[in-house]
């Protein structure tokens, strides 16, 4: 055990002292700032910049005010009585934003026209959109012989206000759709980015071991299984310290900086939400780390680590796949077995966890298997270790590898 | 006292040690020679209880050796390696606190050592700066910075200049001296002539002779003589009373066939070349190995 920690020491020594190590501590917390609030700023705030001008071709002559009135409503300007051409030319100069093209009998219109010079700024089409059809449904109304004030005060529409309803029946105010999302999302890029460095800081470690012939003397000294067990304790605190400095801060920012200043920020961004990051954390660490550094042990060189690696990295990008879909629907059978299997189980629970609140039975359930599998894993892992640190000079194939677990 | 006896071990296609006996006895240097794949590393990662005999036993003072053992021993690789980012303090200091709890005494002995050697700029150095012959003195010290018992030296001078040969010699046969076990690997046999006591020759994975170094002299016989000359010796090697002739650069050391006399030689000689020493001498370990080694390695490579 004694020896255990000391190569736990100083494989967290050599770790903190790397410089890549102090920038990811440093950055990480702008990286999760900016995954977690930029773009909910950039949603509510990106609207469409005042004065912006549209050029409008065949604006019916009896709505020309009305039309007029409305784009100014949505910070539009109408621009309207020069050809075709000469609005291209304009649009190619940034003088308009985009061309509006309308049909002759506007009122019956299928369809209506919008050029722009991306084809993508959804904003002002839909806008547009909802102005044209707007009053268009309105002109039909008045000409069927309806009073437009009437037809106005009866065709309103109502907005729709969603908020997230907590277990103990209280609405959780602010907990928008836009607010979860992009927890949820930073958080499990954050796991999904940091047990993907450790676990390949661990391989790497472990075939520099062998590369370096370092392992000779490490080996005259401690056990197989000692050695492996120091670098994923070591590396494993380097993990916990820089988690440690990033919730630091992110309890920093929403107890006291964004009070402060008045900052939008999540509040799915609370200390018991990071309380089960760092859970996740370290059972994904365990298992991930445990199984590189096998596959570190057996591997030739980095290149054949990273041949060997693929399927590990394939688990570790699946749940970020259906990451967007387990967000929206968290109850789908498949959202459910992948927040039990193990090796996708900490990244898609957590997002479970972040969205819906599920039974505490069901995350210790998850849990529970996470903590089997780690055991099984490790178990497995220092097998292979034992065979793989001592053997060298051949490019072992997975089977291979995995067949040493019998000896 | 380390005890081997009788250890084999064999992996999937080779019989890397075939039942192997020595005896290593305290404040002795005794040498593991052999060539290349011989099963000198095999042994000794044997003896380090990194890999288990499959047959025999070691026996460190007496007794079985066990995981603790590890920490009474020092070994120096023949591949060696250290962390390339690490100050070389740091890296010895760590190395030693693998083995030893006493940090102070790590302390004392890195300094000491890193003095002798002429180190003492470089400790706050990273490993990395270091030269080829500065890291391996560096790895020689990692290997005794915990004053261990028993010593491995696994082909301790390859790539060291003639001075700091010298050093390491020295300073090997003062651990002997201060009673540490050495055990010396090498397929240099003039560096294991000028250390060890005793030696053990290995051949694909089998003992080929053993015993003091004045024994295996013994056991070849006092028919060897090294003549120093001007003049052209091609004709040497065709005299009759010669079996086997090796031509060094100034001089060729000579294995007379049974039977013949020293004098007979000498007369065949000294009319056609101007001689300028004519002894009769043990034959070098060097000549031993290849007699005993490279005469069975050419009969298997036909």
């Given amino acids: 055990m004694n020896k255990i920690f000391k190569i736990a020491k100083q494989e967290l020594k050599m770790t903190a002292a790397n410089k890549a190590f102090v920038i990811i501590t440093?950055?990480?917390?702008?990286?999760?700032?900016?995954?977690?609030?930029?773009?909910?700023?950039?949603?509510?705030?990106?609207?469409?910049?005042?004065?912006?001008?549209?050029?409008?071709?065949g604006v019916p002559e009896?709505?020309?005010?009305?039309?007029?009135?409305?784009?100014?409503?949505?910070?539009?300007?109408?621009?309207?009585?020069?050809?075709?051409?000469?609005?291209?030319?304009?649009?190619?100069?940034?003088?308009?934003?985009?061309?509006?093209?309308?049909?002759?009998?506007?009122?019956?219109?299928?369809?209506?026209?919008?050029?722009?010079?991306?084809?993508?700024?959804m904003m002002i089409s839909e806008t547009l959109s909802g102005i044209l059809n707007h009053l268009a449904v309105t002109t039909r109304l008045e000409k069927a012989g309806f009073n437009p004030q009437e037809v106005t005060k009866l065709s309103f529409k109502a907005g729709m206000v969603v908020r997230k309803l907590g277990k103990t029946g209280e609405e959780e105010a602010g907990q928008g759709f836009s607010?979860?999302?992009?927890?949820?999302?930073?958080?499990?890029?954050?796991?999904?980015?940091?047990?993907?460095?450790?676990?390949?800081?661990?391989?790497?470690?472990?075939?520099?071991?062998?590369?370096?012939?370092?392992?000779?003397?490490?080996?005259?000294?401690?056990?197989?299984?000692?050695?492996?067990?120091?670098?994923?304790?070591?590396?494993?605190?380097?993990?916990?310290?820089?988690?440690?400095?990033?919730?630091?801060?992110?309890?920093?920012?929403?107890?006291?900086v964004g009070p402060v200043l008045n900052l939008p920020l999540p509040k799915a961004l609370n200390p018991g939400n990071l309380l089960y990051l760092v859970l996740f954390f370290i059972c994904a660490y365990f298992l991930y780390s445990s199984a590189y550094a096998a596959l570190g042990a057996a591997s030739e060189d980095e290149q054949h680590l990273g041949q060997l690696a693929m399927p590990l990295i394939i688990f570790l990008i699946i749940p970020l796949m259906t990451l967007t879909s387990v967000i929206m629907n968290p109850k789908t059978p498949f959202a459910q077995v992948l927040s039990y299997f193990p090796l996708t189980s900490p990244i898609i629970m957590l997002a479970?966890?972040?969205?819906?609140?599920?039974?505490?039975?069901?995350?210790?359930?998850?849990?529970?298997?996470?903590?089997?599998?780690?055991?099984?894993?490790?178990?497995l892992a220092a097998k292979i270790f034992r065979v793989g640190i001592l053997l060298s000079g051949k490019r072992f194939k997975l089977q291979e590898i995995i067949k040493w677990i019998r000896y | 006292?380390?005890?081997?006896?009788?250890?084999?071990?064999?992996?999937?296609?080779?019989?890397?040690?075939?039942?192997?006996?020595?005896t290593a006895q305290k404040g002795e240097i005794f040498g593991l020679i052999g060539p290349n794949g011989a099963g000198k590393s095999t042994t000794i990662r044997m003896i380090m209880n990194i890999i288990a005999p499959d047959t025999g036993e070691i026996l460190f003072d007496g007794n079985p050796i066990c995981e603790k053992d590890k920490d009474r021993i020092g070994y120096l690789p023949e591949e060696r390696g250290m962390y390339k980012k690490v100050k070389v303090k740091e890296i010895l200091t760590y190395f030693g606190s693998l083995k030893s709890d006493n940090k102070k005494g790590?302390?004392?002995?890195?300094?000491?050592?890193?003095?002798?050697?002429?180190?003492?700029?470089?400790?706050?150095?990273?490993?990395?700066?270091?030269?080829?012959?500065?890291?391996?003195?560096?790895?020689?010290?990692?290997?005794?910075?915990?004053?261990?018992?028993?010593?491995?030296?696994?082909?301790?001078?390859?790539?060291?200049?003639?001075?700091?040969?010298d050093l390491l010699r020295d300073s090997i046969l003062k651990l002997g001296r201060e009673g540490k076990t050495i055990?010396?690997?090498?397929?240099?046999?003039?560096?294991?002539?000028?250390?060890?006591?005793?030696?053990?020759?290995?051949?694909?994975?089998?003992?080929?002779?053993?015993?003091?170094?004045?024994?295996?002299?013994?056991?070849?016989?006092?028919?060897?003589?090294?003549?120093?000359?001007?003049?052209?010796?091609?004709?040497?090697?065709?005299?009759?009373?010669?079996?086997?002739?090796?031509?060094?650069?100034?001089?060729?050391?000579?294995?007379?066939?049974?039977?013949?006399?020293?004098?007979?030689?000498?007369?065949?000689?000294?009319?056609?070349?101007?001689?300028?020493?004519?002894?009769i001498v043990s034959p070098s370990l060097h000549k031993i190995f290849i007699d005993t080694i490279g005469g069975k390695k050419e009969s298997r490579d036909e």
């Avoid at chain 1, 972040?354 to 298997?369: A, D, G, K, N, R």
Wanted: glycine share 6%; net charge negative.
């Fill in chain 2, 183 to 279: 055990l010396f690997s090498t397929h240099i046999m003039e560096q294991a002539e000028k250390i060890c006591n005793r030696i053990l020759l290995l051949n694909k994975g089998k003992e080929v002779l053993s015993g003091s170094l004045e024994e295996v002299k013994d056991k070849y016989g006092k028919r060897t003589i090294v003549v120093e000359f001007d003049g052209k010796g091609d004709f040497i090697n065709t005299l009759p009373m010669v079996k086997h002739c090796i031509t060094y650069p100034r001089y060729v050391e000579i294995e007379l066939k049974e039977g013949s006399a020293p004098d007979h030689l000498l007369s065949a000689l000294v009319n056609k070349v101007s001689i300028r020493r004519f002894e």
């Fill in chain 1, 26 to 57: 440093l950055l990480g917390p702008f990286i999760i700032l900016a995954l977690a609030v930029v773009p909910s700023l950039l949603i509510d705030k990106t609207g469409i910049a005042e004065g912006t001008k549209i050029g409008v071709i």
């Fill in chain 1, 352 to 379: 479970r966890v972040l969205v819906e609140e599920p039974p505490l039975w069901q995350i210790l359930l998850s849990f529970f298997i996470l903590i089997l599998s780690i055991l099984l894993m490790v178990y």
């Fill in chain 2, 106 to 165: 790590i302390q004392e002995k890195v300094d000491y050592w890193l003095k002798r050697f002429d180190l003492e700029d470089w400790k706050n150095r990273k490993v990395q700066e270091l030269s080829k012959g500065m890291s391996q003195k560096v790895q020689f010290i990692a290997s005794v910075a915990h004053d261990p018992q028993f010593i491995f030296f696994d082909e301790p001078f390859s790539g060291l200049d003639p001075v700091s040969s």
């Fill in chain 1, 179 to 256: 607010d979860i999302f992009f927890t949820s999302f930073s958080f499990v890029m954050l796991i999904y980015m940091t047990v993907l460095l450790y676990g390949q800081m661990i391989g790497r470690s472990v075939v520099t071991e062998k590369t370096s012939k370092t392992v000779e003397i490490m080996l005259s000294s401690v056990t197989p299984k000692q050695m492996m067990f120091g670098k994923i304790l070591g590396l494993g605190s380097a993990g916990l310290l820089q988690y440690a400095s990033w919730i630091l801060l992110a309890l920093v920012l929403v107890k006291i």
């Fill in chain 1, 62 to 121: 009896d709505l020309e005010e009305a039309m007029t009135v409305a784009f100014q409503e949505n910070n539009l300007e109408l621009v309207s009585g020069i050809s075709i051409e000469q609005m291209k030319t304009l649009l190619f100069e940034d003088a308009l934003q985009g061309i509006l093209v309308l049909p002759s009998d506007f009122l019956q219109a299928e369809n209506y026209l919008y050029y722009s010079k991306t084809g993508t700024d």
């Fill in chain 2, 1 to 22: 006292m380390l005890d081997v006896k009788r250890v084999s071990k064999g992996f999937t296609n080779v019989q890397a040690v075939d039942s192997i006996s020595f």
